[in-house]
């Protein structure tokens, strides 16, 4: 039996039988499509080390050419593209089609949402409906199903910042007319709120925040946040409230996916699931390394937690606006109630482990 160990970022992938069998088959070329560009790590990362180790389980007979948005020119065309057989593959974050059916935002995060861990587990094993499957992997194949498309996991950043503000917010009457780049969800309940969402694109947010023309934005943490160069222009740097856990995804084309021999499949799932948690890795290392440097070329820097009126306020808004879906939309209510179900399970474990151990630790350094 030919058994070789593929390394790739601290993860070990085993292929014996897998690669024994590829040895034979016919070469099979995709394509995939990213939603960010090719230098944008840890976010390009998932499917470029995927398409790695895919290429090395089949001995080079399975090639996935991945391709960014300064390739695709549609960053946010990814859905459709692979969906209509453009590409067999795509890479891109599920809360970006909620235009298109608002279910899909439940595989990215939600505000006061679950935890990386929580979310992991939801997805691989939580069976709060006790049908014998994983909830997470079944409600996002029945919401993608109707897009001719498969859904996996495909990396996380965990916990988000609650973004970059270059004054502090003291109470709800400093949020009210606040100029603030925050999509999606989070960016429905700030406008509750009375913040002004805007809406600008990657590129232009440092120039908006340096010269007033937005008094704050959300972007993703100190990892990705110090290429963009926001800590150079803003001291004040708010936790995280609205992503807890942000999920990426891989798109998968339903009818090329059918084509594929078993063991290509096989070799599929097994990569994009170790990539997936590599990215979860790579972005944690990052965030640690680049707030350490922030710290240090910074010092003016004030790490703050919005006022507990203020993200009451926040809680409330979130709920509402969630209860407002789910009375229009059956799935989006049983999707909901799952989540609730499973947070209301796993919750005292996250707070009796890692919480408590955080805690604890804190109290003996004596910090």
Aim: no cysteine; charged share 20%.
């Amino acid at each position: 039996m030919l058994k070789k160990v593929l390394k790739l970022s601290g993860i070990a992938v085993v292929s014996s039988m897998l690669l024994a069998s590829s040895v034979q088959a016919k070469t099979v070329r995709w394509r995939l499509a990213m939603s960010w560009p090719s230098t944008l790590t840890p976010l390009a990362s998932p499917p470029i080390k995927m398409a790695e180790m895919v290429k090395k389980m089949s001995n080079g007979k399975f090639i996935i050419k991945v391709e960014g948005s300064e390739k695709t020119k549609a960053p946010l065309g990814v859905l459709d593209m692979v969906k209509q057989g453009a590409y067999q593959m795509g890479h891109s974050g599920s809360y970006y089609w909620k235009g298109k059916d608002i279910n899909t935002i439940w595989f990215t995060t939600v505000p006061f949402g679950m935890t990386v861990a929580e979310q992991y587990a939801w997805f691989y094993y939580a069976d709060e409906n006790h049908d014998g499957k994983p909830d997470g992997m079944e409600y996002m194949k029945k919401v993608y199903d109707k897009f001719g498309v498969l859904s996996f996991p495909g990396g996380n950043t965990g916990v988000q910042m609650g973004g970059w503000f270059r004054k502090p917010i003291n109470s709800l009457a400093d949020l009210k007319g606040l100029k603030m780049r925050i999509p999606g969800l989070a960016g429905e309940v700030m406008s509750k709120l009375g913040v002004k969402v805007v809406n600008i694109p990657g590129g232009e947010l440092y120039t908006s925040l340096d010269r007033g023309v937005i008094d704050a934005l959300e972007w993703v943490g100190p990892g990705m946040d110090i290429k963009m160069g926001f800590n150079k222009v803003a001291k004040y740097y708010y936790t995280g409230w609205h992503e807890p856990a942000s999920e990426m995804q891989f798109l998968v084309n339903k009818r090329a996916w059918n084509k594929l021999p078993a063991n290509y499949k096989e070799m599929l799932v097994t990569a994009m699931k170790a990539s997936a948690a590599d990215m979860y890795m790579e972005n944690f290392a990052d965030s640690a390394n680049a707030w350490a440097k922030m710290k240090k070329d910074n010092p003016d820097i004030k790490v703050k937690t919005f006022p507990k009126p203020v993200l009451k306020a926040m809680y409330n808004a979130t709920q509402n606006l969630l209860q407002g879906y789910a009375n229009k939309n059956k799935l989006f209510a049983e999707i909901w109630a799952n989540q609730k179900a499973w947070i209301k399970k796993a919750r005292p474990w996250s707070m009796m482990s890692i919480y408590k151990y955080l805690q604890t630790s804190k109290e003996v350094e004596g910090k």
